[in-house]
């Protein structure tokens, strides 16, 4: 099949895929309350003909291969995960790669209602924009990547691909939980992970490090009239906030344009015991977060900060996340991940980026993230990843968030392009 029948194709489901996103931006899947979210991806799935299951954590896996028969065979069993582990195993059998579509189904609160020109809950288009509390991060690439997913099925276009969608939870305060439960648990195990964050339709190769972390400092308690008594720990945590923005203006100052060679830190909250206008401080607590340069860890980061004459050696620890899902599963996951960049000449990079010529007539644009996504996960497993999303980075968790219309179709058009592409290369396309 040539670009312009796959362009056709997925022209023909713009209404469909509007409607859908619109249905989408109407439910409040707040991190930890994706259910109906997820409910409603089933019955998409369902609808199209394109198998898919809810995971114990409350995500959506669903799967649409070049041999669909045999995939439907095996799903006689009841065993929708235990299908799909099969299933993969047949089709490396057959040297044939599975791709995986990662979007996240939780959004950050609408915040301040009045600061919105519309209902956040409510899709509204304007000058060829969609607004709404996930338009951007990133509904409208859930809704592109399951769209391609029915295109495909329903139009019985061929794949050069299997693809299996993964349709995740909690991704805004705990990213790659739950895409790694679908690989270390279920062991439905991509050879390729494209992620569908912001990236204004341009190809993003990587992204920094992220550790989520806490410091601590213990004085001693004392009556604030005779503070000489007491050992206040507030000093010294103050020390160590100048030394942090110290740090992280010299990052910018050495490597402004490289995201991959600067650390930023940002202090994101304090506080204190006891916490009485009578008392010296005797206990603090610092709250930071940091994106890290390649090559940096929570360690290295503070070895770093340690060289800084006003840093005081004190406790830290990174922040294990390990609340419920909305199914009521429990699992640690600590919030401190190293950068991975995939190789721009790799040939997974240059078959996404055929697919972006095939639609668009012109070479993409390549960029690196400076915010955290799945693809940690990934990174954790050792599988190449790349992003590709139509939203802009700068509008997340943004009042009056937006995506672009025509950047939304056209991400749905690279999503279809890649999975089925022109009819060549199935396996040694791909490293």
Request: proline fraction near 4%; aromatic fraction near 8%.
């Amino acid at each position: 099949m040539v670009y312009d029948d796959i362009c056709s194709a997925a022209d023909m489901f713009r209404s469909e895929a509007l409607e859908f996103l619109r249905s989408c931006i109407a439910i409040r899947s707040f991190t930890g309350m994706e259910r109906e979210q997820a409910d409603l991806l089933l019955s998409f799935f369902s609808d199209k003909g394109v198998p898919a299951f809810r995971t114990p954590r409350g995500s959506v896996v669903s799967m649409i291969s070049p041999f669909q028969d045999e995939l439907d065979d095996e799903l006689k069993s009841g065993d929708p995960a235990g299908a799909f582990r099969n299933h993969i195993s047949f089709l490396r059998e057959k040297e044939i790669r599975i791709i995986a579509f990662d979007a996240h189904m939780d959004v950050v609160s609408e915040g301040d209602l009045s600061e919105w020109s519309s209902d956040p809950f409510c899709m509204s288009a304007r000058d060829g924009m969609l607004f709404g509390r996930g338009t951007c991060d990133m509904k409208g690439a859930m809704a592109a990547m399951a769209g391609a997913m029915a295109v495909a099925s329903c139009e019985k276009i061929p794949l050069r691909f299997c693809a299996v969608g993964c349709f995740v939870t909690e991704e805004e305060l705990a990213e790659g939980l739950a895409l790694d439960e679908i690989i270390s648990d279920l062991k439905i195990v991509p050879d390729l992970v494209l992620l569908g964050e912001p990236s204004k339709n341009r190809i993003s190769l990587g992204q920094r490090g992220k550790a989520q972390f806490s410091i601590f400092f213990e004085g001693k308690r004392a009556h604030s009239s005779q503070p000489q008594q007491g050992i206040n720990a507030m000093y010294p945590a103050a020390g160590n906030i100048i030394a942090a923005d110290r740090l992280d203006r010299k990052g910018y100052e050495l490597f402004p344009d490289d995201l991959l060679k600067r650390d930023t830190i940002a202090v994101t909250g304090v506080s204190v015991l006891p916490g009485d206008a009578s008392s010296v401080i005797s206990h603090a607590r610092v709250d930071m977060i940091a994106r890290l340069a390649e090559g940096c860890t929570l360690d290295s980061l503070i070895g770093k900060l340690s060289e800084d004459e006003l840093w005081t050696k004190c406790r830290y620890e990174a922040e294990v996340y390990d609340r419920p899902s909305y199914t009521g599963v429990k699992k640690e996951w600590k919030v401190c991940h190293t950068a991975w960049k995939t190789d721009r000449n790799s040939l997974f990079a240059s078959a996404l980026a055929e697919a972006f010529r095939g639609v668009k007539g012109t070479d993409p644009e390549f960029i690196v993230w400076p915010f955290s996504t799945d693809g940690v996960a990934a990174s954790k497993h050792g599988i190449a990843a790349l992003g590709f999303g139509p939203g802009r980075e700068e509008m997340c968790h943004k009042p009056d968030e937006y995506v672009g219309e025509e950047a939304l179709i056209d991400a749905l058009k690279v999503y279809l392009a890649f999975i089925c592409g022109k009819e060549k290369l199935l396996s040694n396309y791909i490293d």
